[in-house]
């Protein structure tokens, strides 16, 4: 189920945001994330770019060289290169990486819903207002990262982008908090 907050910004159309929102929903659940992904993509038309090769490292093949700091990485690329390529791509590797479905073993502490391993089953627990919280503090981390990223590559464009996830979160959590 979509969060209001998610449709309120594919309704402003802020490209940066919804990709950053979409990022976490991927780091958490990929069910939700498709969810997410294609109700973005029916309501926005400036979401989705074609595949850029010169926009960050060419995709890892093979799976057994995947890891977490490789998703890690392949996330911030899709945040400055939003394409069906690099998103499908992601996709295989949370999936090889994390089969069940929840892609960080923090998240789950987090999330509002828990997976368990080996079943498509599904247990609701009840929110905590930490829960809320946890939104805004992952992009502001994420968007640390890419600005990071940019920085060591000198990649204006992921800086650029990195700072808007970050501020992007900290205006969410300032506006939660007031």
Known sequence: MLKQDFI???????????????SIYLSRNRDDFKEALKYAKDNMT????KYNNDNGKPFENNSENWNEAYFNEQKVYMMTNFCDERIEHLLKV???LFPENIVSKTSTTSSSTSYSSGSTSRKTTSRKKSD???V????????????GVGLLTLKVSLIAVGAVVAVGGAVYKYNKDN
């Open 46 to 49: 400036n979401l989705m770019e």
């Open 132 to 134: 809320d919280d946890m």
């Open 136 to 147: 805004p503090k992952i992009a502001i981390g994420t968007g640390a990262v890419i600005a």
């Open 94 to 96: 949370a999936a090889k």
């Open 8 to 22: 309120n910004k594919v309704k402003e159309g802020n490209k940066y945001e919804v990709r950053s929102i979409l």
